[in-house]
C-alpha cells in the first residue's frame, strides 16, 4: 500500500436488502473500516459483520480467487471481491449484489441456481455413446496442446461476472451468456466429445445463444478470468452460420 | 414437518461426494448431496498442484508402479497409515485418473522429445519417449522417488470438480444447495440420515436415508491462519462425535504446509517446488539442502515445514508486521513456464501481493493446510461403531495418511475413496441390513431437538459472544497446537479450550435475530462444535508422547513405535463431558508390507517396536524365496499382504502401463 494512503478510514456503502424480512427495504447502508496493509474486501466485510453488523450477509469459499462465490457490484463493476484490494480504490466504495441472479440477502446471490441450469440446458459432459471405458487399460492418447487449449476454456469459474455484464441478458432474459458460449466452445473442442456441429446447433444456433450476442462484449471486459470470450463468441457464430448453410 | 426419504445422504458435494453420488447413483440407487454451497465451489477447486497416480508415462515417471507410489505413501505417513488401506489406494488410483480422463479432465500430456526443466536449481535436459506422446504426463512432487502427480497447469482440484460435478448432472444426482447438516438422526447404533438447515430460508428438513455419508472435508479452520477454504469448519467430525457413538480417528494429526503466502495464508502449489523452486532465507540462502541434503526442497511436507520454524528460530526469517517469513522463488523457471504450469500462483501473487512472480520473489510461511484426522472408518469407509455412517475423503480417517499426507494424494484420494466407497454403500444398500426402522415421532423428535438448540442461542441474555469464542479458540490453537508442540502449551491449551467449552454452551445471537438466512446464528452453532473438535485435537496430541510425520513434540523427539504405535480414537459419549473421551487402536505390525523403518529425513531417534524386527526378518525372507522362484512382483506382494479381496470386482484388474513394467 501507498505511504500517502496508510491510515485511511475506508466508508463502505453496501446495498442491503432480506427478502425474508416482509418490513425490510432495498436500501444502502455505509459502514467506517479502518483501512489496514493488504486489506482485501473479503478482510474487510467479514471486519464489518465482526464488529459492527452481525447480520451482513456475503458468500465467501476459497477467499483466493479460484471459486467464484464472491462476485459482486465493486463501484458498479462486476469482480470478485476477495481479490479486490482496497488500495486500489477510491476511499469510499460501494458494494451491491450481481444483478440477474435471485438475492439470497444483501451480497449473497444464488449464482449456483443459475449455474446448473445452464449447465443442465447445453449438457456441459461429455456426450460419447460409444465409449468403451476400461479401468485397467491405458488412456486415450490426446495432443499436448489440444489439452491445454481445452484447459485454457476450461478455466472458467461460473462466477457469473459475465452474466451480470452482459447487455444481451437484459433484454433476452434466456440467453445463455458468455459463460455459456465459453462453455459450447470448450465442448466443441475436446475430441472426446462426440456430439456434432449439428447438435451444437441445435442448443446455441438461435438468439437466446450465439445470434444473441449483441457484441458489446461486457463479458470479456470483466471476466476475472481472462477467459478468451470474445474471439470464442466470434469462432463459434462462423462455425454455427456454416452448420447452418450445410442443411 | 418436513421429511425427504432417499436411499443414500451425502453430506459435501466437493469431489469425494460427488464421485460417491455417481458411484451410487450407476448402482441405481437414489443420492441426495446436502451441500453448504454450489458444488462447483467446494474446497476441492482450491487444489492446484496435482493428483499421484502410477501411470510411468513421463520419462522422469519410469519404472513408477504400485509398489513405489506405496512405499512412498507409507514413508511419508510415518508408518502411521492402515497398510491395506493405502495398498487398495495405490492400487486404484490409476484407474480413477483414466476415468477423469474419459470424464473430460483436459489433463497435461507429455510431449515426445527434449525439454528442458530445472532440477536441484539446474537446467536439464530431459528427453520424453516416442510412444508416451499424447499420454498423462506428470510433474515431480515432495517425498516421491518418482515423477508421479498429474495436472492441468495448476489447476488440477478446479478441473476434476467441474469433471466429477458435471457427470453428477448427467446422472441426475439431486444437488440440495445451501443446506446444512446440523445433526445426525441415528437409533440403535444405527444412522438413519440427517437434519439439516436451509441457509437461505432457516426452514428444517429431516433428510432420511438407509445409508448416510459425510465427505465434508477438513477442519483447518479452527487454527486462524489455514489455506483452507472459510466452510472448512469440520462440521462433519463435528455432527457425527455429537452422536456419541461414532468416534474419531488421529484428530492431532494436523498437516502445516510450507508455503502458504504471508500474511493472508492462501497457498501457493507444492509443484512451485516441484518444477524446480527454492526456498531462501533472509540472506537469499537456499537453506534446504543444509539440513536435507538428499531431498532438499522436496523432502516430505512435514519436514519442510519444520525445517522452515528451524530456520527462522535461528533468525534467518525476513522480519515483516506480519511476524517473520521466508522466500519461494521461482524466477529462475521463467515467465514461460509460470505462465503455462503456474498461472494460479502467478494470479495469486498478482492480486493478494501485487508483485509479478517471474521477476519477484514470494513471501511464504508454513500454514495449516490438511486434516490426516477424521471421521474414524473401516476399509469400507463405514464407521467402526455406527452402523449405515460413511466417510470418505480429508473428513474420513480410513486410514491412508497416517500422520502426514504426500502431496498429490488428496485430491487422488477423494475420487478413489468416493469409487469404492459408492460400491460398498451400494452392497449395503442391495443388503436387508439397510432397510430403515424408525418411526415418524422419533425423526421428529431429533428436528425438535435442533429446533430447540437454535431457539435457545437466539432468545439467550447475557450471553457470551460466539466471535471472542471462536477467535480465542483459533488462537490457542495456532500458538499452542502447531507446527511443534510441547506439554506446557498443549495443557494450557486443553484447559482455556475446555474453559471456552464450558462458555460455549451460554452463546447468545446478539441484535441480528432472524430465524432465516442469519451468518450470526450460523457462526453461533458452528463456533459450538468447532471448539468440541478444537478439543479432540488438543487433548490428542497432549496425550501422544512421541513425534510421529505432522506431529511434533520438543519434549519427545522420538517416534516411539514402542508405546505410539496406534491410532487416536476420539468420542464424546454423554453431552456434559467437558473433555472428550480417548481410547487408542494398535496397528498391527504382523501384517505389515512395509515394516516400520527409518523415513531417512534428520537423525534416526526411532524407539522400535519389539515386533519390529521380527516382522523386518520375516518380509526379507518371504520376498527372497519368492524371488529365487521367479515370482512377479504382484505375487510377492500378495504374499506379503492380500488386498485385493477388499477390492470391489471390477476394480481388482491390473493396470496397464507403456512398455508394461510389471
Same mark, same amino acid.
Given at each position: 500500500?501507498?505511504?500517502?494512503?496508510?491510515?485511511?478510514?475506508?466508508?463502505?456503502?453496501?446495498?442491503?436488502?432480506?427478502?425474508?424480512?416482509?418490513?425490510?427495504?432495498?436500501?444502502?447502508?455505509?459502514?467506517?473500516?479502518?483501512?489496514?496493509?493488504?486489506?482485501?474486501?473479503?478482510?474487510?466485510?467479514?471486519?464489518?459483520?465482526?464488529?459492527?453488523?452481525?447480520?451482513?450477509?456475503?458468500?465467501?469459499?476459497?477467499?483466493?480467487?479460484?471459486?467464484?462465490?464472491?462476485?459482486?457490484?465493486?463501484?458498479?463493476?462486476?469482480?470478485?471481491?476477495?481479490?479486490?484490494?482496497?488500495?486500489?480504490?477510491?476511499?469510499?466504495?460501494?458494494?451491491?449484489?450481481?444483478?440477474?441472479?435471485?438475492?439470497?440477502?444483501?451480497?449473497?446471490?444464488?449464482?449456483?441456481?443459475?449455474?446448473?441450469?445452464?449447465?443442465?440446458?447445453?449438457?456441459?459432459?461429455?456426450?460419447?455413446?460409444?465409449?468403451?471405458?476400461?479401468?485397467?487399460?491405458?488412456?486415450?492418447?490426446?495432443?499436448?496442446?489440444?489439452? $491445454?487449449?481445452?484447459?485454457?476454456?476450461?478455466?472458467?469459474?461460473?462466477?457469473?461476472?459475465?452474466?451480470?455484464?452482459?447487455?444481451?441478458?437484459?433484454?433476452?432474459?434466456?440467453?445463455?451468456?458468455?459463460?455459456?458460449? $465459453?462453455?459450447?466452445?470448450?465442448?466443441?473442442?475436446?475430441?472426446?466429445?462426440?456430439?456434432?456441429?449439428?447438435?451444437?446447433?441445435?442448443?446455441?444456433?438461435?438468439?437466446?445463444?450465439?445470434?444473441?450476442?449483441?457484441?458489446?462484449?461486457?463479458?470479456?471486459?470483466?471476466?476475472?478470468?481472462?477467459?478468451?470470450?470474445?474471439?470464442?463468441?466470434?469462432?463459434?457464430?462462423?462455425?454455427?452460420?456454416?452448420?447452418?448453410?450445410?442443411? | 414437518?418436513?421429511?425427504?426419504?432417499?436411499?443414500?445422504?451425502?453430506?459435501?458435494?466437493?469431489?469425494?461426494?460427488?464421485?460417491?453420488?455417481?458411484?451410487?447413483?450407476?448402482?441405481?440407487?437414489?443420492?441426495? !448431496?446436502?451441500?453448504?454451497?454450489?458444488?462447483?465451489?467446494?474446497?476441492?477447486?482450491?487444489?492446484?498442484? @496435482?493428483?499421484?497416480?502410477?501411470?510411468?508415462?513421463?520419462?522422469?515417471?519410469?519404472?513408477?508402479?504400485?509398489?513405489?507410489?506405496?512405499?512412498?505413501?507409507?514413508?511419508?505417513?510415518?508408518?502411521?497409515?492402515?497398510?491395506?488401506?493405502?495398498?487398495?489406494?495405490?492400487?486404484?488410483?490409476?484407474?480413477?485418473?483414466?476415468?477423469?480422463?474419459?470424464?473430460?479432465?483436459?489433463?497435461?500430456?507429455?510431449?515426445?522429445?527434449?525439454?528442458?526443466?530445472?532440477?536441484?536449481?539446474?537446467?536439464?535436459?530431459?528427453?520424453?519417449?516416442?510412444?508416451?506422446?499424447?499420454?498423462?504426463?506428470?510433474?515431480?512432487?515432495?517425498?516421491?522417488?518418482?515423477?508421479?502427480? =498429474? #495436472?492441468?497447469?495448476?489447476?488440477?482440484?478446479?478441473?476434476?470438480?467441474?469433471?466429477?460435478?458435471?457427470?453428477?448432472?448427467?446422472?441426475?444426482?439431486?444437488?440440495?444447495?445451501?443446506?446444512?447438516?446440523?445433526?445426525?438422526?441415528?437409533?440403535?447404533?444405527?444412522?438413519?440420515?440427517?437434519?439439516?438447515?436451509?441457509?437461505?430460508?432457516?426452514?428444517?428438513?429431516? *433428510?432420511?436415508?438407509?445409508?448416510?455419508?459425510?465427505?465434508?472435508? @477438513?477442519?483447518?479452520?479452527? *487454527?486462524?491462519?489455514?489455506?483452507?477454504?472459510?466452510?472448512?469448519?469440520?462440521?462433519?467430525?463435528?455432527?457425527?462425535?455429537?452422536?456419541?457413538?461414532?468416534?474419531?480417528?488421529?484428530?492431532?494429526?494436523?498437516?502445516?504446509?510450507?508455503?502458504?503466502?504471508?500474511?493472508?495464508?492462501?497457498?501457493?502449489?507444492?509443484? =512451485?517446488?516441484?518444477?524446480?523452486?527454492?526456498?531462501?532465507?533472509?540472506?537469499?540462502?537456499?537453506?534446504?539442502?543444509?539440513?536435507?541434503?538428499?531431498?532438499?526442497?522436496?523432502?516430505?511436507?512435514?519436514? !519442510?515445514?519444520?525445517?522452515?520454524?528451524?530456520?527462522?528460530?535461528?533468525?534467518?526469517?525476513?522480519?515483516?508486521? #506480519?511476524?517473520?517469513?521466508?522466500?519461494?522463488?521461482?524466477?529462475?523457471?521463467?515467465?514461460?513456464?509460470?505462465?503455462?504450469?503456474?498461472?494460479?500462483?502467478?494470479?495469486?501473487?498478482?492480486?493478494?501481493?501485487?508483485?509479478?512472480?517471474?521477476?519477484?520473489?514470494?513471501?511464504?510461511?508454513?500454514?495449516?493446510?490438511?486434516?490426516?484426522?477424521?471421521?474414524?472408518?473401516?476399509?469400507?469407509?463405514?464407521?467402526?461403531?455406527?452402523?449405515?455412517?460413511?466417510?470418505?475423503?480429508?473428513?474420513? =480417517?480410513?486410514?491412508?495418511?497416517?500422520?502426514?499426507?504426500?502431496?498429490?494424494?488428496?485430491?487422488?484420494?477423494?475420487?478413489?475413496?468416493?469409487?469404492?466407497?459408492?460400491?460398498?454403500?451400494?452392497?449395503?444398500?442391495?443388503?436387508?441390513?439397510?432397510?430403515?426402522?424408525?418411526?415418524?415421532?422419533?425423526?421428529?423428535?431429533?428436528?425438535?431437538?435442533?429446533?430447540?438448540?437454535?431457539?435457545?442461542?437466539?432468545?439467550?441474555?447475557?450471553?457470551?459472544?460466539? #466471535?471472542?469464542?471462536?477467535?480465542?479458540?483459533?488462537?490457542?490453537?495456532?500458538?499452542?497446537?502447531?507446527?511443534?508442540?510441547?506439554?506446557?502449551?498443549?495443557?494450557?491449551?486443553?484447559?482455556?479450550?475446555?474453559?471456552?467449552?464450558?462458555?460455549?454452551?451460554?452463546?447468545?445471537?446478539?441484535?441480528?435475530?432472524?430465524?432465516?438466512?442469519?451468518?450470526?446464528?450460523?457462526?453461533?452453532?458452528?463456533?459450538?462444535?468447532?471448539?468440541?473438535?478444537?478439543?479432540?485435537?488438543?487433548?490428542?496430541?497432549?496425550?501422544?508422547?512421541?513425534?510421529?510425520?505432522?506431529?511434533?513434540?520438543?519434549?519427545?523427539?522420538?517416534?516411539?513405535?514402542?508405546?505410539?504405535?496406534?491410532?487416536?480414537?476420539?468420542?464424546?459419549?454423554?453431552?456434559?463431558?467437558?473433555?472428550?473421551?480417548?481410547?487408542?487402536?494398535?496397528?498391527?505390525?504382523?501384517?505389515?508390507?512395509?515394516?516400520?523403518?527409518?523415513?531417512? #529425513?534428520?537423525?534416526?531417534?526411532?524407539?522400535?517396536?519389539?515386533?519390529?524386527?521380527?516382522? !523386518?526378518?520375516?518380509?526379507?525372507?518371504?520376498?527372497?524365496?519368492?524371488?529365487?522362484?521367479?515370482?512377479?512382483?504382484?505375487?510377492?506382494?500378495?504374499?506379503?499382504?492380500?488386498?485385493?479381496?477388499?477390492?470391489?470386482?471390477?476394480?481388482?484388474?491390473?493396470?496397464?502401463?507403456?512398455?508394461?513394467?510389471?
Amino acid at each position: 500500500m501507498k505511504k500517502e494512503n496508510a491510515n485511511r478510514v475506508l466508508k463502505i456503502s453496501i446495498l442491503r436488502f432480506d427478502p425474508n424480512n416482509p418490513k425490510d427495504f432495498p436500501h444502502m447502508q455505509t459502514f467506517e473500516v479502518l483501512e489496514a496493509e493488504g486489506m482485501t474486501l473479503f478482510i474487510a466485510l467479514n471486519d464489518i459483520r465482526e464488529h459492527q453488523d452481525n447480520s451482513l450477509m456475503f458468500d465467501f469459499v476459497c477467499r483466493a480467487g479460484i471459486c467464484g462465490s464472491c462476485s459482486m457490484l465493486v463501484n458498479g463493476r462486476p469482480t470478485l471481491a476477495c481479490r479486490t484490494l482496497t488500495s486500489k480504490l477510491e476511499r469510499h466504495i460501494t458494494l451491491a449484489p450481481l444483478p440477474l441472479f435471485q438475492l439470497i440477502g444483501d451480497l449473497s446471490i444464488n449464482t449456483g441456481k443459475w449455474m446448473r441450469g445452464l449447465n443442465g440446458r447445453l449438457e456441459t459432459w461429455i456426450h460419447d455413446k460409444e465409449a468403451e471405458f476400461s479401468f485397467d487399460k491405458l488412456e486415450q492418447k490426446m495432443e499436448p496442446e489440444l489439452a $491445454n487449449e481445452i484447459y485454457e476454456l476450461d478455466r472458467c469459474i461460473e462466477c457469473g461476472c459475465c452474466v451480470a455484464g452482459c447487455g444481451t441478458i437484459q433484454m433476452r432474459p434466456n440467453f445463455v451468456g458468455a459463460v455459456g458460449l $465459453n462453455k459450447i466452445a470448450r465442448y466443441h473442442l475436446d475430441p472426446r466429445d462426440k456430439r456434432e456441429d449439428k447438435d451444437y446447433y441445435e442448443l446455441v444456433g438461435d438468439e437466446e445463444g450465439v445470434f444473441g450476442c449483441m457484441t458489446l462484449l461486457g463479458c470479456e471486459d470483466v471476466c476475472p478470468k481472462n477467459l478468451p470470450l470474445q474471439s470464442k463468441i466470434a469462432y463459434l457464430r462462423r462455425m454455427m452460420i456454416k452448420t447452418s448453410m450445410k442443411d | 414437518m418436513k421429511i425427504i426419504y432417499t436411499d443414500v445422504l451425502i453430506i459435501g458435494g466437493g469431489l469425494a461426494g460427488l464421485r460417491v453420488a455417481t458411484g451410487v447413483k450407476e448402482r441405481g440407487h437414489d443420492a441426495i !448431496v446436502l451441500t453448504l454451497v454450489p458444488p462447483k465451489r467446494s474446497h476441492s477447486a482450491a487444489a492446484q498442484g @496435482g493428483m499421484q497416480a502410477s501411470l510411468a508415462n513421463c520419462k522422469m515417471g519410469e519404472g513408477d508402479n504400485e509398489d513405489i507410489h506405496f512405499g512412498d505413501t507409507i514413508r511419508g505417513s510415518d508408518w502411521g497409515a492402515d497398510q491395506e488401506v493405502a495398498r487398495m489406494f495405490v492400487h486404484c488410483a490409476p484407474k480413477a485418473i483414466r476415468e477423469l480422463a474419459s470424464w473430460g479432465v483436459p489433463w497435461n500430456r507429455v510431449k515426445k522429445g527434449e525439454h528442458t526443466s530445472i532440477i536441484n536449481a539446474q537446467k536439464v535436459g530431459i528427453m520424453e519417449k516416442e510412444e508416451a506422446h499424447g499420454l498423462i504426463t506428470a510433474r515431480d512432487f515432495g517425498g516421491t522417488k518418482k515423477w508421479r502427480t =498429474c #495436472y492441468t497447469s495448476d489447476g488440477t482440484g478446479h478441473s476434476m470438480l467441474f469433471a466429477v460435478d458435471n457427470k453428477a448432472q448427467e446422472k441426475k444426482v439431486e444437488i440440495h444447495e445451501r443446506l446444512e447438516a446440523i445433526s445426525l438422526i441415528h437409533e440403535d447404533g444405527r444412522c438413519y440420515g440427517a437434519v439439516a438447515r436451509n441457509l437461505m430460508n432457516g426452514e428444517l428438513v429431516a *433428510y432420511v436415508s438407509k445409508a448416510t455419508t459425510i465427505a465434508t472435508g @477438513g477442519y483447518g479452520r479452527i *487454527y486462524s491462519v489455514s489455506t483452507n477454504a472459510v466452510i472448512c469448519q469440520g462440521m462433519g467430525q463435528a455432527i457425527a462425535l455429537e452422536t456419541g457413538i461414532a468416534t474419531l480417528g488421529n484428530m492431532e494429526a494436523i498437516q502445516f504446509h510450507p508455503t502458504a503466502i504471508v500474511p493472508v495464508g492462501i497457498l501457493t502449489t507444492e509443484g =512451485c517446488r516441484g518444477d524446480g523452486g527454492l526456498l531462501l532465507d533472509k540472506d537469499g540462502y537456499r537453506f534446504m539442502p543444509d539440513y536435507e541434503p538428499e531431498k532438499k526442497e522436496l523432502a516430505s511436507r512435514d519436514v !519442510v515445514s519444520r525445517r522452515m520454524t528451524e530456520h527462522i528460530r535461528k533468525g534467518k526469517g525476513v522480519q515483516s508486521r #506480519y511476524g517473520d517469513h521466508l522466500w519461494l522463488d521461482i524466477t529462475i523457471l521463467g515467465r514461460e513456464h509460470i505462465e503455462k504450469n503456474l498461472r494460479e500462483v502467478k494470479e495469486i501473487c498478482e492480486n493478494f501481493l501485487g508483485i509479478d512472480p517471474a521477476v519477484d520473489w514470494i513471501p511464504v510461511r508454513p500454514t495449516q493446510h490438511y486434516s490426516m484426522g477424521g471421521i474414524r472408518t473401516t476399509h469400507r469407509g463405514e464407521s467402526q461403531t455406527l452402523k449405515g455412517l460413511y466417510s470418505c475423503g480429508e473428513a474420513a =480417517c480410513w486410514d491412508m495418511h497416517g500422520f502426514n499426507r504426500l502431496g498429490g494424494n488428496s485430491v487422488s484420494e477423494t475420487v478413489v475413496s468416493g469409487m469404492l466407497v459408492s460400491e460398498y454403500i451400494s452392497d449395503f444398500c442391495d443388503s436387508k441390513e439397510s432397510s430403515v426402522h424408525i418411526t415418524s415421532s422419533k425423526i421428529e423428535t431429533f428436528l425438535q431437538k435442533e429446533k430447540d438448540k437454535l431457539e435457545a442461542l437466539l432468545t439467550k441474555e447475557n450471553g457470551e459472544d460466539a #466471535y471472542i469464542l471462536r477467535r480465542a479458540m483459533e488462537k490457542i490453537m495456532m500458538e499452542k497446537v502447531g507446527i511443534f508442540r510441547n506439554g506446557d502449551d498443549l495443557q494450557k491449551a486443553v484447559d482455556e479450550l475446555e474453559e471456552l467449552l464450558k462458555r460455549s454452551k451460554n452463546i447468545e445471537v446478539f441484535r441480528s435475530k432472524s430465524r432465516a438466512a442469519n451468518p450470526a446464528l450460523v457462526n453461533a452453532y458452528r463456533t459450538q462444535k468447532m471448539i468440541k473438535l478444537a478439543l479432540t485435537v488438543a487433548l490428542g496430541a497432549l496425550l501422544r508422547e512421541e513425534s510421529r510425520g505432522a506431529h511434533s513434540r520438543e519434549d519427545f523427539p522420538a517416534r516411539d513405535d514402542e508405546n505410539w504405535l496406534k491410532r487416536t480414537i476420539t468420542s464424546w459419549p454423554d453431552k456434559n463431558q467437558t473433555l472428550p473421551s480417548v481410547d487408542y487402536e494398535e496397528i498391527p505390525i504382523g501384517n505389515m508390507e512395509l515394516p516400520p523403518g527409518f523415513r531417512g #529425513y534428520g537423525k534416526d531417534l526411532t524407539i522400535h517396536h519389539p515386533k519390529t524386527a521380527a516382522r !523386518v526378518s520375516m518380509v526379507e525372507a518371504i520376498s527372497k524365496k519368492l524371488e529365487a522362484d521367479g515370482a512377479s512382483r504382484d505375487e510377492i506382494q500378495n504374499a506379503l499382504m492380500p488386498f485385493l479381496d477388499k477390492l470391489p470386482k471390477k476394480y481388482r484388474g491390473k493396470n496397464e502401463r507403456l512398455g508394461d513394467n510389471s
